[in-house]
Nanobody, 125 residues
């Protein structure tokens, strides 16, 4: 019921910044909680950040706290992930996710109904 398309990935040097965007279809974007996950080769997909539909609450994995910021613009049907002070270990495919249900255990992939195709982020040392 919602389509998600990520953009903004690329190659950046360690210490640099990138801003990822996730554009959503539909007229009910403002009712969905949104999140970001990432997956590196040979590793499980891991939770990065999430934001409530209102934008009033945000949650982050310990590995990105203080460096990444999730935000949303409901008027543009878009969620963002601002990534600062990037490290080589941040290299991964980043995926946007959405769900309309009450949130619990946001780090669990099974609690997110909709997913984008991903955008690659590569951080060089």
């Amino acid at each position: 019921q919602v389509q998600l398309v990520e953009s903004g990935g690329g190659l950046v040097q360690a210490g640099g910044s990138l801003r990822l965007s996730c554009a959503a279809s539909g007229r009910t974007f403002s009712t969905y909680r949104m999140g970001w996950f990432r997956q590196a080769p040979g590793k499980e997909r891991e939770f990065v950040a999430a934001i409530r539909s209102s934008g009033g609450s945000t949650y982050y994995a310990d590995s990105v706290k203080g460096r990444f910021t999730i935000s949303r613009d409901n008027a543009k049907n878009t969620v963002y992930l601002q990534m600062n002070n990037l490290k080589p270990e941040d290299t991964a495919a980043y995926y946007c996710a959405a769900d309309r249900t009450a949130w619990a255990v946001l780090s669990a992939q099974s609690n997110w109904a909709y997913w984008g195709q991903g955008t690659q982020v590569t951080v060089s040392s």
